[in-house]
């Protein structure tokens, strides 16, 4: 698989930050690509398996047995399938997008910790008060992350709140798809992409790929290298 390495300058955040504050946010980041670097793989894995396993189904003719009906047929044998192991086609068919909403999570998550935690400002406070830990620094890399998937938060706020978007709403209220056509696209992937409706009735989607948990690893280390540290350097993820 591929393993995206980050780089620690210190052990521990320097003044005039509190690195109990501080280090357990980035930690937290860290955690977070390497979770999306294990569903990326593991979507990749899946869906090559998918491939495989569509070349090979059968075309199966259930057998009643004595006075079976063909439902009862088909259940017993269904059953006798599972217990031996085997995976219905329709929960393979699921597995890619179960790894691909991990993604997602995982990477919407990297960016609402850089967004909110790292550079954002307060909301509902006065303006010029400040939440993030480097409001005032620029961030070219996490600009960079955010213009390579525009669709994150779309997406992430439709697969996080089905029980609105299922039946077109958005808020609780009716989506308005204006001149487009009314078309709920909900938990599906177009080639590689992982494509939802978001509240304005477009489609946006996250494609799960290397280059975009690289670009949310610059955003990363961009984040921790503006930080002065004390402490040997060291590198993650440990062996």
């Known amino acids: ?6 780089r620690w300058p210190g052990v521990t955040v320097g003044p005039p930050y509190n690195d109990r504050k501080v280090k357990p946010a980035l930690s937290e980041m860290v955690r977070a690509l390497g979770d999306a670097a294990i569903a990326l793989d593991l979507y990749q894995r899946a869906v090559e398996q998918l491939v495989a396993d569509k070349l090979e189904i059968p075309r199966k003719k259930y057998q009643p047995r004595g006075d079976e009906t063909w439902e009862e047929a088909q259940r017993r ?14 929960y393979l068919g699921q597995t890619p997008m179960l790894h691909a909403r991990t ?11 850089l967004d909110v935690t790292i550079y954002g400002e307060k909301k509902g406070e006065k303006k010029g008060e400040k939440k993030g830990f480097l409001p005032n620094e620029p961030h070219s890399a996490f600009d960079e992350l955010r213009d390579l998937v525009p669709g994150l938060k779309g997406v992430r706020d439709a697969a996080h709140h089905m029980e609105d978007r299922a039946v077109g709403m958005h808020y609780g209220k009716p989506i308005d798809f204006g001149d487009r056509p009314e078309m709920l696209v909900l938990n599906d992937l177009w080639g590689d992409a992982y494509t939802m409706t978001d509240g304005k009735g477009k489609q946006v989607s996250v494609t799960p790929s290397v280059e975009v948990l690289e670009a949310a690893r610059l955003a990363i280390q961009e984040a921790i290298d503006k930080f002065l540290w004390s402490g040997p350097p060291y590198w993650e993820p440990l062996e």
Not at 1 to 6: A, D, G, R
Not at 77 to 90: I, N, Q, T, V
């Open 103 to 113: 993604f997602v999570y995982e990477l919407e998550s990297i960016t609402r910790m």
């Open 1 to 6: 698989m591929k393993v995206f390495e980050i």
């Open 77 to 90: 044998e269904l059953r006798e399938k599972w217990a031996s192991g085997s995976m219905p086609y329709s």
